[in-house]
């Protein structure tokens, strides 16, 4: 296991372009240790919700042009407007 591995389903959360920051609240409701990786599925299954841009922190790392990013991320940033194209 490396350290960018989801503690949830082992998938590496770099490769899947996963690598991102949500608020503090967000994050101890999943993992209350703090420490550790989730895939975008396996926070959203620990937190029993979809994530929403509101859940992102407003850090360079989330608003990066240079930052590869999976659709579904994307999508929850976007509140869904990314996949409808807007």
């Known amino acids: 296991m490396t350290s960018h591995d989801c ?3 082992s ?3 770099r490769a899947l372009d996963e690598y991102y920051i949500v ?3 967000v994050w101890l409701q999943a993992v209350p240790t703090g420490e550790g990786m989730l895939c975008i599925g396996c ?3 620990r937190i029993e919700r979809p994530l929403t841009s509101a859940d992102f922190e407003a ?3 989330n608003f990066s042009q240079h930052e590869p990013r999976s659709l579904r991320l994307l999508d929850r940033m976007t509140d869904g407007l990314h ?3 807007h």
């Open 7 to 9: 503690l949830g389903c």
């Open 11 to 13: 998938a590496d959360t």
């Open 23 to 25: 608020r503090d609240e």
């Open 43 to 45: 926070l959203e299954e």
């Open 59 to 61: 850090v360079p790392l």
């Open 83 to 85: 996949e409808r194209g």
